[in-house]
């Protein structure tokens, strides 16, 4: 068993000791005493501690087994690439269209033979106005789409900046054109009884409408030395994987999260600060939260959303830290773990019975800051258009210093699809 399986045990241990000590005092009808509050303190400082050291003894666990990997394999994996179900080391892509993809972004077209050239062609995206590339008189200047052992280490790398991709729905279209999404809100409206002989009242359903664009989002620029390109022990795809999923996955994650729309996507707080349903704390929480102040967000979602399976508090870190210390009315833990401390099995940690997702593009606890939010996370919709990413190579540009530059781009959008019955709100510190 390896030593981030024995934290794991240890965490879930400390889990349950956690909520045994909570079933005695909900038994007697009662809160912690002050004995068990500070035991309970002492445990959850514990289970911080337990997961930090499993992320270090992960990382741990990855370098050694990209350094121990064969060397027949002429590739030494960089750490990270594992497969998000199993842990274990997912294995390189040996297709076609992944060979000549490979052998592209270190030779470029012009390094490909006939047949491999004809692959790239095949999934190759134009650029507009049929830009020619210097490079080969064949090729124009468009980007590549990514085969799938590549497009997974970039899911991967997407996911790990998170608290959007995962959480909310996301979706795909075929082209990039404005996509109109019909809403209606007839929640005013109920039947009516009817008197013997008397005609029918007309009461009409009035339809609205979201639209969904594609806005472009980019990497920028990823300079890559011809001296690592030509070292068969480089390898390139998984860097380039993780470089441009980690940047692609924060940006996707800051514009549905904080963009403005218009330009951008509308992210999740703008649009539920747009829609009204905000609730802001009394004077003296401009840098702090209250257990009164978590129930009132709760309820500013009609039930409808708030019993879904995705409705969810979301947040930065250091407010999970602050509500972590936070207790209820009978003198009771607001965070309650989980079953197996969150690590995927079981029932995850929960605030108010209700689970929650750490988003460290929500603004940190301060004056005025709409710090926490709660709802129906599936009711924000992410947009993405068919092929997802696509790479660029550019050669010449870099030539003189030796290096070769690389490019990804997507294209995106997300909203908040609310009728007028708002699913997601937002608790807002005081001003003082």
């Not at 011809?226 to 994650?253: E, H, P, V, W």
């Not at 349903?277 to 003296?284: F, L, S, V």
């Amino acid at each position: 068993m390896t030593y981030a399986n024995q934290l794991r045990e240890k965490l879930a241990r400390n889990a349950t000791a956690m909520r045994a000590l909570l079933d005695v005092a909900k038994k007697n009808d009662r809160g912690l005493t002050t004995d068990e509050k500070t035991q309970w303190q002492n445990m959850v400082t514990e289970c911080e501690g337990i997961e930090e050291s499993i992320k270090a003894a992960e990382k741990m666990d990855s370098i050694e087994a990209g350094l121990n990997q064969p060397q027949d394999d002429k590739i030494l994996a960089f750490p990270g690439v594992r497969d998000n179900a199993t842990g274990d080391r997912k294995q390189k892509d040996d297709s076609p269209h992944a060979k000549a993809f490979g052998k592209f972004l270190r030779n470029g077209l012009g390094g490909l033979t006939s047949d491999e050239q004809a692959i790239m062609q095949s999934r190759m995206i134009s650029a507009p106005g049929g830009i020619q590339n210097a490079q080969t008189i064949t090729t124009t200047g468009g980007g590549y789409l990514i085969p799938q052992g590549f497009s997974d280490q970039l899911e991967e790398a997407l996911k790990w900046y998170g608290g959007i991709l995962g959480e909310v729905d996301t979706f795909e279209t075929e082209t990039g054109n404005p996509l109109p999404w019909p809403t209606d809100n007839d929640t005013a409206n109920k039947g009516r009884m009817l008197a013997i002989n008397t005609q029918l009242t007309e009461t009409d359903v009035t339809f609205g409408q979201l639209t969904f664009n594609a806005f472009i989002g980019t990497s920028d620029l990823i300079l890559v030395p011809l001296a690592l390109m030509q070292d068969s022990y480089f390898d390139l795809d998984s860097y380039l994987a993780r470089k441009l999923g980690t940047r692609l996955g924060r940006l996707i994650n800051y514009e549905c999260t904080m963009g403005g729309g218009t330009t951008v996507p509308y992210g999740i707080q703008p649009a539920t600060i747009a829609a009204g349903n905000t609730t802001q704390g009394t004077t003296g929480t401009s840098t702090s939260i209250g257990y009164t102040n978590l129930v009132d967000l709760l309820h500013l979602v009609d039930p409808a959303y708030r019993d879904r399976p995705d409705a969810k508090y979301f947040f930065h870190d250091t407010t999970l830290k602050a509500i972590r210390k936070l207790l209820d009315s009978s003198n009771r833990p607001l965070w309650q773990p989980g079953i197996s401390a969150g690590f995927g099995n079981g029932f995850p940690p929960t605030i108010l019975d209700k689970p929650y997702v750490v988003n460290n593009d929500m603004p940190t606890m301060a004056a005025s800051a709409y710090a926490v939010g709660f709802g129906a996370l599936k009711n924000y919709k992410v947009r993405r258009v068919a092929g997802g990413t696509t790479i660029m190579r550019l050669t010449e540009r870099y030539a003189d210093y030796l290096q070769v530059g690389f490019l990804g781009f997507l294209r995106f959008d997300g909203n908040l699809l609310d009728a007028g019955t708002h699913p997601v709100a937002l608790w807002q510190n005081s001003a003082t």
